[in-house]
């Protein structure tokens, strides 16, 4: 079965950098567009970028442009999320995610930017 484990969440302070990793098995991970949505407090689910199967195309959230980079490495089966810049509006619980048919989430990594 689908199975995504994150990890690298933490406390970081403003102007800090995290890098957050998915692990990802139970499916042939490298045909597949990946994924890393958030959700903070009291606020929906939103999506944070996605890359594509190879890695030859990615996107982001206006939020995160230019301080956020997801990347992939198909051999490991891993999907990654560097963050630099943090800011305290970046807490979250950080999901990365997989549409295979239905939606597959992990259980999600805590990130807390905070001085």
């Known amino acids: 079965q689908v199975q995504l484990v994150e990890s690298g969440g933490g406390l970081v302070q403003p102007g800090g950098s995290l890098k957050l990793s998915c692990a990802a098995s139970?499916?042939?991970?490298?045909?597949?567009?990946m994924s890393w949505y958030r959700q903070a407090p009291g606020k929906e689910r939103e999506l944070v970028a996605t890359i594509t199967n190879l890695g030859g195309r990615t996107n982001y959230a206006d939020s995160v442009k230019g301080r956020f980079t997801i990347s992939r490495d198909n051999a490991k089966n891993t999907v990654y999320l560097q963050m630099n810049s943090l800011k305290p509006e970046d807490t979250a619980v950080y999901y990365c995610?997989?549409?295979?048919?239905?939606?597959?989430w992990g259980q999600g990594t805590q990130v807390t930017v905070s001085s």
């Open positions: 139970g499916f042939g991970f490298s045909s597949y567009t």
């Open positions: 995610s997989v549409r295979r048919g239905t939606m597959y």
